[in-house]
């Protein structure tokens, strides 16, 4: 279910690539940046398709450095 309905941002300083945040998504919206390497030697997880996020917070969750935070984006009434 698409949506767009919230935005995860990564602190890719604090990020240690585990994956847990990827496995977790229901959307598909994270994945591991092979191309980039913090300053901790780490590859850091990555918002690939920011349209797809619903706001779930999964992956904020099941983070074990608190790397990821959620902006939900509040609905508007009238269009």
Do not use: Q
Request: aromatic share 6%; net charge negative; with cysteine.
């Amino acid at each position: 279910m698409a949506g767009g309905k919230g935005i995860p941002y990564i602190a890719s300083e604090t990020c240690k690539g585990c994956g847990l945040c990827v496995f977790v998504c229901p959307e598909s919206v994270l994945c591991i940046d092979d191309t980039v390497v913090n300053s901790r030697g780490y590859h850091p997880a990555a918002v690939a398709d920011p349209e797809r996020c619903i706001a779930c917070i999964s992956c904020a969750l099941m983070c074990p450095d608190t790397a990821i935070t959620v902006e939900r984006f509040s609905r508007s009434k009238g269009g």
